[in-house]
């Protein structure tokens, strides 16, 4: 059987986030088991009922990537506590129009880093409490909320042998995961 595939949605828009980063270092650490597939958020138009009429390019391809993918990875920064709305547009635009949503179904992980010891907590709880509501397949343990720390990555690299260790278990349990819902 083919590797599962993963369309990454990575909350932060900024190039060089830290949000960014890891996700990359994620793709790094899961070659060979989990297909990465990151999938832009960032040319979303604002979600607009109205816009179904001549529905945007971005939005078509978006929902045809998440559609393709095995499952999903929802990567997210913490801003006042919350995912960004970034994220909440594109669950959005994912979950429309009515009866055809691409999010039912799909085996999805949700993780984050920030520099703050908490990690990505208040983000994260409230994506899952919204990959819920659109139906994914949340997988519950382990959680994982890193706090960036010095020696943790390396550009796009988590380089800190605890971490690889960490998140390459994370990522084999979410390979077996997809596999068991795909």
Known sequence: MPMPTVAVLVGSLRA????????HALARL????LEMRFCEIGDLPLYNEDLWADPPVPVLRM?????????VMLITPEYNRGTTPAMVNALDWGSRPMGESCWPDKPAAISGISPGAPGTLGAQK?????ATVLGMQVMGLPQVYMQASEGLMQDDRIIE?????FLGGWLTKFAGFVEKHR
């Open 16 to 23: 060089q986030s830290l949000n960014r980063r890891y996700a």
């Open 30 to 33: 899961a070659e060979g088991t």
């Open 63 to 71: 929902k045809q990537e998440v559609q393709a993918a095995d499952a």
């Open 126 to 130: 409230e994506l899952r409490e919204r």
């Open 161 to 165: 042998a605890s971490a690889i260790d």
